[in-house]
Nanobody, 126 residues
Framework: QVQLEESGGGLAQAGGSLRLSCAAS????????MGWFRQAPGKQREFVAA????????YTADSVKGRFTISRDNAENTLYLQMNSLKPEDTAVYSC???????????????????WGQGTQVTVSS
């Protein structure tokens, strides 16, 4: 069982930045592919970004490409999402997820992940 805990959410102004963190409770963190998803009120869960456990390319949704960057620190068992140039439409609950699958478009699908965090709220004001 892997527990994931997000932090770093909050209120930001449009054009500002936030960095989300996702701490994993496992020493085998490096063997998991990781992803970020978000869900705004009244909308379906949306893929944001992901990376494979075994290296290779990262994957980023077109809506955040060039503004958001996903990264991981295996020594710290932590996943990050650096969010720059924030827009009001980025407002959502952001959740991290861990799974054993790899590749695209596999990692864009929520059902490709086995473990999920509770989420952290990001609110961007105009």
């Amino acid at each position: 069982q892997v527990q994931l805990e997000e932090s770093g959410g909050g209120l930001a102004q449009a054009g500002g930045s936030l960095r989300l963190s996702c701490a994993a409770s496992t020493r085998t963190f490096s063997t998991y592919s990781m992803g970020w998803f978000r869900q705004a009120p009244g909308k379906q869960r949306e893929f944001v970004a992901a990376l494979n456990w075994n290296g290779g390319p990262t994957y980023t949704a077109d809506s955040v490409k060039g503004r958001f960057t996903i990264s991981r620190d295996n020594a710290e068992n932590t996943l990050y999402l650096q969010m720059n140039s924030l827009k009001p439409e980025d407002t959502a609950v952001y959740s991290c997820a861990a799974g054993l699958l790899v590749g695209w478009p596999t990692l864009s699908r929520p059902n490709s992940y086995k473990y999920w965090g509770q989420g952290t709220q990001v609110t961007v004001s105009s």
